[in-house]
């Protein structure tokens, strides 16, 4: 089976009410920054270098936003047709970008292994790592290269080994941080320890769902072990809120439930340059907060500008977080130390 184009953001599930529990005030954002924290706010970023996953989308955005504002960007993805168009896009309008690609399929360790160990060679260290590429809700079961649920090993595995594998560079660099990618998904989501991947039964919207949890357990995680460690690496999570890119059509479908949403009721879809603020707040304003959670301001949640938000209750799991990582570091092979 062909696997789905890595995608960004949040869709809807396969059933007519499954946008409800997407669009229910279930977190309880706060007030953005005053004035609303847009790119405009960033400080330089000159001398910075940051690892972006995801060649289009908020992926794109997060990169033109930071090589704007004079970081060197890697944008890493497993199509490179994609990765040197978003390299051209950026550099047509802003030719003395610092931008480049590099091939990583976080649906293989294997890959992994071989972006880190290129990236080593290449750079003495790494500023900023956002772990923003994912797949979303594929109506059958897939599984990446190592036989994993393909959501779950893509969205969360591959980043968690990716972090670990480059976490020697994020240690060389003063104020380094990771930014994971979570979801409106999540906050209905648990983690079926019995059944992680999904093998006894499979639904694309749980499954998804479970991953994005994964990711918020693995960035509050790697934030404590980090201060508890003195690893000197912070570690935030943000997400769009409902953004207009192309998961929906790339995942489900135009045809399907959600895509005939995104065709009929536009204005639910914020564009990608604004759910791509929060990821960018976390990234770089002074003012985020090491193990803080951050998503759009309004529409609970789902659209608008950063505000610091309060994570699902599920994600604040300690036991949970600490066995999905202890399973996590055996099933990709890797060791944070």
């Not at 954002?29 to 908020?58: E, K």
């Not at 930071?66 to 497993?78: F, K, N, Q």
């Not at 790494?126 to 594929?138: E, F, H, I, R, S």
Request: aromatic fraction near 6%.
């Amino acid at each position: 089976m062909t696997l789905p184009t890595p995608l960004h953001g949040i869709g809807a599930g396969g059933r007519p009410a499954a946008l409800a529990p997407l669009l229910a005030p279930l977190a309880a954002p706060g007030r953005p920054p005053a004035p609303h924290w847009t790119t405009s706010n960033m400080p330089p970023q000159q001398g910075r270098l940051a690892v972006i996953t995801g060649t289009g989308g908020l992926g794109l955005e997060d990169a033109l936003a930071l090589v704007r504002a004079g970081a060197m960007v890697v944008i890493a993805g497993r199509d490179a047709n994609k990765g040197f168009a978003a390299v051209g896009r950026i550099k047509a309008q802003l030719p003395d970008a610092r931008v480049r690609f590099r091939e990583l399929d976080l649906a293989s360790l294997e890959s992994v292994h071989r972006f880190a160990d290129r990236l080593a060679r290449e750079e003495d260290g790494l500023d900023l790592l956002v772990n923003n590429a994912g797949v979303m809700t594929p109506p059958e079961r897939c599984t990446t290269a190592d036989g994993l649920e393909l959501q779950f090993g893509t969205n969360h595995l591959g980043h968690f080994a990716l972090t670990a594998r480059l976490l020697p560079l994020l240690r060389r660099r003063a104020g380094s941080r990771v930014i994971s990618l979570g979801s409106v998904a999540a906050r209905g989501a648990a983690i079926d320890f019995a059944d992680l991947q999904s093998e006894r039964r499979y639904q694309p919207m749980a499954a998804y769902g479970q991953s994005k949890l994964a990711c918020l357990l693995f960035a509050f995680e790697l934030s404590r072990r980090s201060r508890a460690a003195g690893w000197g690496v912070a570690s935030l999570a943000a997400h769009p809120g409902i953004a207009r890119t192309d998961l929906i059509p790339n995942g489900a479908g135009r045809r399907s439930l959600q895509g005939r949403v995104r065709s009929l009721l536009p204005f639910l879809f914020q564009p990608a340059w604004q759910g791509a603020l929060p990821t960018l707040y976390a990234a770089t304003a002074p003012s985020a907060r090491d193990g803080a959670y951050y998503g759009p301001h309004a529409w609970a949640g789902t659209r608008g500008y950063p505000a610091e938000e309060r994570a699902p209750k599920q994600a604040l799991d300690e036991a949970a977080a600490a066995r999905l990582w202890e399973l996590s570091e055996e099933m990709a092979h890797v060791a944070f130390a």
